[in-house]
């Protein structure tokens, strides 16, 4: 892995895991049936089921009131894959392919011209700022409801293009059980993700049993109109209105959520803030990164990567001692269909 | 009631409770325990037993799914009083008082300088941009959490001038037995209110039950800083950047909730647009007015009041016949503490 991150940092990272201030040595009372099949004993699954174990029981020096549980999770790299394109960028691209019948314009207009002449060279080159325009213009101009539709039909329909298989099936096995196990522990799981809310919503319910308003993300300004017949509606318009991204996370956080987490996980360096703000509270906390290292099962990529570059967050995570999970070392299966 | 709604809008009124679709001949199947001890018999109160006994009946005409028991509810005037000012307003003022020695500014800088000279005539006329001012010098300047224990504090001794009761004891017992009715059945509840978001969490758990998380409001906008001591912390700033009011409440509840609830109750033109989101979606809905109507146990005000206008609102309600909540004839007591 060129540039990456190399084996004295992941020695150092296995240590940190030490320092974290939590009880390693304090083993479950009882033996009970494995709330997480899918990782690999080790330093990381102990960690973390020391850390639910121990904020979950009542009168122990952790312990932290239900009300108190709350857990944020990025989307795109920590609970589903990221590559080779933000799975909402691929949406948005199939959305320019199907509305160009509508949109004569866009034949001469960038950056819509180069992804309807599938020009690759321009679309490596399109940078946020176009990346913006297409979301912008692709995700407007009709109803929430609507919206929803076109996710869902799109989601029914898209096939990934190395595995050739629906977006939704690449979700980490393992990172569904974490989640699971949180809320059996009286944790509330939120998404707080830099995709788009909107194009979140419709299907997290089913893939990871987080509800829609446990859902804080990237957001499109809406309008409230009353249309024809009386009926009231909000409708999609071409103007992104926040980034759900970096510095933007931890305000997000306080603004949907209204507590700071105890527990958040990521795997990019626009999770860098949400996990030091998470870290700076009072008591028990568990804060982690997910490592892409398994260029095999998934991808490996960090430093330099265009999509989830992990750079700035390692090192914050080696100074402060967060846990770093390793994907090839870590988990037993990366996908739930590699378990049929 | 000078200026207010007659007699024969009210008559409009009982009459338009048949039809809102509610199937009124529906009568519980076995003699319960009565879940809203404190509403009188009565069209109002059947009205709502016989939505949420609908919506919660499995293979009935009108069954929801509980993922989709979505119901909001304004909080000045819904739930709690808002006379003689928004206790917000109160709260403001009194901090104004409480910040000036560090603020000598103020003295010569209106409306602070009309504030600390208690010019009552000058205050009447502060108008929105007034308050909102007064607002965000006095809600901001610290960290989130400083915030919370600010709010908190002025709640332990700050008291309600007609009363001389903590302002949290203005809330409505009736109300307070509608939101545990509704939870008993499935709904999540959620506040969607004018006030500011960071000024209802810290006591809407204890009071009303409702999770922080589970709170939508205006908002001042914050900022993400790394402090002394490398510990990351939320700084509010002294500018209000989303006001929950109009058809922002609906923009509102699609961004924090994700979904179109099935019921929303409010009191004033504030309210409108969240409730004709609401009726405008398919299946079973019900929305609700309250109406101050009790001078001698509340207030009474509709067209001309100050705070907590209903006016507009009051005639969409006749309209489209959604349920109108008359204080006088259908609670038997406003506030918890008239039980004892």
Known sequence: MSGGIGAIERRQMIAAVGAIGLCLSARRAFAQTDPLPSWNEGAVKEAIVDFVTNVATSGGPDFVSPDQRVATFDNDGTLWSEQP????????????????????????KEPFRSVLAGDKAALAKLGQKGLLQIVEETHSGMTVEQFRETVLEWLATARHPRFNRPYTELVYQPMLEFLAYLRTNGFKTFIVSGGGIEFMRPWVGKVYGIPPDQVVGSSGATEFRMMAGGKADLVKLAKVEFIDDGPGKPVAINRFIGQRPILSFGNSDGDQQMLEWTAAGAGARLNGLVHHTDAKREWAYDRQASFGRLDKAWDEAMRRGWLVVDMKRDWKVIYPFEER
Do not use: E, I, S, T
Request: aromatic share 16%; proline share 8%.
């Open 85 to 108: 394109v933000y799975f909402q960028v691929a949406f948005a691209l199939d959305r320019v392919r199907a509305m160009a019948p509508h949109r004569p314009d866009w034949k001469n």
